[in-house]
């Protein structure tokens, strides 16, 4: 079984910085992209960032600039740095994993329970 485990949340105030980090456990044969979701309040969950397996990145337009994705293949873990925080970015922030458990399996997503980030004065 595979499980994905945030860490890293909690609040800061505005012009801050933060540091996600997603570890991924369980049996896996390979993980393909992993990223960073965010659900707000009353919204839906949106896509933060994104890296591939060989460390391509993508953002969206409204965290350009102030986050950065990185990954750790080794370890099996990828990381958001958040800086220059700003109170729309108050979410709940979810890691996902697309991966294989086998060789012949076929590729599917995994999503963690989500930490929780709130930026606040």
Known sequence: ?????????????????????????????????????????????????????????????SVKGRFTISRDNAKNMVFLQMNSLKAEDTAVYYCKANLKVAKWSLRRDAWGQGTLVTVSS
């Open 1 to 61: 079984q595979v499980q994905l485990l945030e860490s890293g949340g909690g609040l800061v105030q505005p012009g801050g910085s933060l540091r996600l980090s997603c570890e991924v456990s369980g049996i896996i044969f390979t993980i393909n992209d992993m990223g960073w979701y965010r659900q707000a309040p009353g919204k839906e969950r949106e896509l933060v960032a994104v890296i591939t397996s060989v460390g391509s990145t993508n953002y969206a337009d």
